[in-house]
């Protein structure tokens, strides 16, 4: 089906489908069920898409909230990072981190995963340093920046390492999108819907690895909150 979509539709549907298998994988990796993913292309390039996620985890304590709140925001990071990513099915590929910062910022949809993720920080800071003084504005912005580049550079390096699988199951969204026929009027929509148990039926999406928040620190700053 790829090939009956206008050049201008299957560029931009491989960059929203690379946004969406982004959010799926890294969500697989990090130990959440998800469920299904679909895609819109309009004409015109609008855009509707999503990776149904599952958020009920069992949380006994305060340790598991902090890892729950860290991969929560991994996930919401890497869908913007995955669209970054070079449109080619190969592993390897790297992300670019002011274009996923742009995307993050901008008016394409991303703009909500970005403030999920602002609150999850301060809900996650003040977890973590529970003596703040409200008043402390220079301490908390430097709390906030740790966490939050610790939590950037590891979805990175997920997003990185898993880079091969994303592209894969991005094709597969794409391969799959159909013209939606419209009465009265040009049909201008193509679609795709994957359920949750097709989906796992996919050996990429089997061979996605299990893998921990955990990993090396870089402290870089990755963009202004």
Not at 102 to 128: T, V, W
Not at 160 to 179: P, R, T
Request: hydrophobic share 45%.
């Amino acid at each position: 089906m790829t090939k009956k979509l206008p050049p201008a539709v299957r560029d931009h549907a491989w960059q929203i489908a690379h946004h969406e298998m982004g959010h799926y994988v890294v969500a697989r990796a990090l130990g959440f069920a998800t469920g299904s993913v679909n895609l819109t292309v309009t004409m015109d390039l609008r855009h509707q898409g999503g990776a149904s996620i599952s958020l009920v985890r069992s949380i006994p304590s305060i340790d598991a909230m902090k890892q729950h709140l860290e991969a929560r925001m991994m996930v919401l990071l890497a869908g913007a990072m995955a669209q970054t990513l070079p449109l080619k099915k190969s592993a390897g590929q790297r992300v670019d981190r002011l274009k996923a910062t742009a995307i993050l910022k901008g008016e394409q949809g991303a703009h909500q995963d970005y403030a999920k993720i602002r609150e999850l920080q301060h809900l996650l800071r003040n977890i973590l340093y529970p003596e703040t003084d409200p008043a402390s504005s220079e301490r908390i912005t430097a709390e906030l920046k740790m966490l939050t580049d610790r939590v950037w550079q590891r979805t990175q390096d997920i997003v990185e390492e898993l880079s091969g699988i994303i592209a894969e199951l991005a094709a597969v969204l794409v391969d799959g999108m159909v013209i939606v026929e419209q009465w009265g009027r040009a049909a201008d929509t193509y679609e795709v819907v994957y359920t949750g148990p097709t989906l796992e039926r996919l050996r990429a999406v089997q061979a996605i690895p299990s893998m921990t928040i955990g990993g090396p620190e870089r402290s870089e700053r990755v963009f202004n909150r």
